[in-house]
């Protein structure tokens, strides 16, 4: 009994990890508690750690601090090499309509804690906490407690502190709830919004269709597969010839003749250009490959092709076989003769039935090999991420500068690195299954950490007067993010978009994992992404800012 009473009491690294476990597996238990058709979610890790920690269980603050830190880097680098292939498209479709949203939540929730420092006569250092944990942002409090300590009042950074984590854990239910309210006032059904959402990604991305293109262009007859693919290389891929009624792979050095029938694939805008340029064109309809022919799919699993282009690799030069497309993070690729070919990637080829195996031996095509964990270049990518997030940014006005942080920078560099996939021999590629396990393990950990941080204190914080700053706190969490939902969703905004925006205003992981419980879709993740550095880099000017107001 003695051995673990010592070992539950003590302050050392291995009682500090004992209590991070009991949190972490008992508020994933209760985060998938069912209430009315509602559960807490990884949010329940949160709660789990104020329970333990105001019962008195006592971790080493230097190593939950750490521990805190490393869990929500994990976490935003995970999420950041999974959007980062899609990020820019979106940011360049509506990004800087889903940034003025999340601007304009930034700006109310300061507004509001400005008006209770007026009216609540609310000290400065107490509201700027109590604003950065109702939008559970870290690094604004962590730069506002920078200010005041620069400034000769380390006893303030403590109160704003004991602000800050006794408005977190509702600025983590109340985004929820705000969440939850959205969607029961406009009764929103979530598989409609799926429906919505995909049905418009399908429509700003480039849709691939198989196409039947009935040769009557005499300037063809008698010329080479390898002189066409020269000409229309950005616009059709050939896949094989129909002659006579017998199916031909169209291989470079095959000749067109009058009457053949050329399939390929091609983006939908260039069928009108293929018909003046070759013949009448039609959508071909779905039918199996038979006899010699086979269309099968393989993934690129040797590394040496990674980073290659179409023409580099060459498969259409040594096998009666060509690629038609690559599909690579959800999104389908037209493969011209300069489309680079990624680790991880999945390719459609059309060719001979009998050089099935020796074609996928050749590209790899191993489950054992994509599920090897890359961990190199992951931790380049944090080491990277740390750095750009400590580079101090100077901006007039504010006596210490402003950084992008411990979350800001990882998820920017892993954005980049996503979108990038490869800088020379270095991949970036993680395989969904790894991806997930480590977003999990991240927020977990933030989570708990976070939550036996603060459960100490809560309570007699709230007994002795706090529970008022809980209410300041759901003001600024929740009157902003309704509002700014609320519009969003008038001007026919998707659901599950909304939630993504919600979650990157307030830099909310928990939230961020609610909304991406709700569906198996990017529209959360990708719009969380986009907002994400411009709103972190408003929240630290913002905490910044209302200290130098307010004092």
Not at 4 to 19: P, Q, W
Not at 67 to 79: D, M, N, Q, S, T
Not at 347 to 373: C, D, M, Q, T
Not at 460 to 485: D, F, K, N, Q, S
């Amino acid at each position: 009994m003695e051995f673990f009473n010592n070992l539950f009491s003590g302050s050392g690294t291995a009682t500090a990890i004992l209590y991070i476990s009991l949190t972490a597996f008992v508020g994933v238990f209760i985060g998938k508690i069912r209430f009315k058709g509602l559960k807490l979610g990884i949010a329940g890790v949160l709660f789990s750690g104020l329970l333990i920690a105001h019962f008195g269980a006592q971790a080493n603050p230097e190593v939950l601090h750490f521990i805190r830190e490393f869990g929500l880097i994990l976490f935003v680098y995970a999420i950041g090499i999974d959007v980062g292939p899609r990020f820019f498209n979106t940011f360049r479709s509506d990004g800087l309509r889903l940034n003025l949203f999340a601007g304009g939540i930034v700006l109310g929730g300061f507004i509001i804690a400005y008006l209770l420092y007026v009216i609540a006569d609310v000290s400065p250092a107490v509201i700027t906490g109590i604003m950065s944990g109702a939008v559970t942002n870290t690094p604004g409090l962590g730069a506002a407690q920078q200010v005041l300590t620069d400034m000769g009042k380390p006893d303030d950074a403590a109160f704003a502190g004991m602000g800050y984590a006794v408005a977190y854990p509702f600025g983590v239910l109340g985004i929820i709830l705000s969440m939850v309210m959205i969607r029961l006032i406009f009764r929103i059904k979530i598989d409609h919004e799926v429906n919505d959402y995909k049905n418009k990604l399908s429509s700003t991305q480039q849709k691939l269709e198989t196409i039947e293109i009935s040769l009557t262009n005499p300037n063809l007859f008698g010329q080479k597969i390898s002189y066409i693919k020269k000409v229309i290389d950005k616009e059709l891929v050939l896949s094989r010839i129909l002659r006579n009624g017998n199916y031909l792979v169209a291989r470079e050095e095959e000749i067109l003749q009058e009457g053949d029938v050329v399939i390929g694939i091609s983006a939908v805008n260039h069928i009108d250009n293929l018909s003046m340029t070759m013949g009448p064109v039609k959508i071909a309809e779905k039918r199996e490959i038979s006899g010699d022919l086979a269309m099968f799919h393989v993934l690129v699993t040797r590394r040496k092709y990674a980073g290659k282009t179409i023409e580099q690799i060459g498969i259409y030069r040594r096998y009666e076989a060509n690629i038609t497309r690559i599909f690579r993070a959800g999104t389908e690729i037209l493969p011209t003769h300069g489309t680079t070919v990624e680790f991880g990637d999945t390719v459609r080829i059309v060719g001979k039935r009998e050089l099935l195996p020796e074609i996928r031996n050749e590209l790899g095509n191993s489950v054992e090999e994509l599920a090897h964990p890359n961990t190199v270049p992951i931790f380049v990518g944090i080491f990277l991420g740390v750095i750009i997030g400590s580079i101090p940014i100077l901006i007039p006005g504010l006596p210490a500068p402003a950084k992008l942080g411990l979350a800001g920078g990882p998820l920017l560099v892993a954005i980049l690195l996503g979108n990038q996939r490869r800088f020379g021999s270095f991949d970036f590629y993680m395989t969904p299954g790894a991806n997930m396990m480590i977003r999990e393990l991240g927020i977990t950990l933030f989570l708990a950490c976070v939550g036996l941080s603060a459960g100490g204190q809560f309570v007699r914080t709230i007994a002795e007067g706090g529970y008022m700053w809980i209410l300041y706190g759901a003001a600024i969490t929740m009157v902003p993010v309704l509002l700014a939902a609320l519009i969003a969703r008038l001007l026919n905004y998707n659901y599950l978009k909304i939630c993504g925006i919600i979650s990157g205003a307030m830099t909310d992981p928990p939230a961020l994992e609610f909304a991406n419980s709700l569906a198996p879709v990017h529209a959360q993740s990708t719009a969380y992404a986009t907002v994400y550095p411009f709103t972190m880099f408003l929240r630290i000017l913002a905490a910044q800012a209302l200290i130098l107001i307010t004092l």
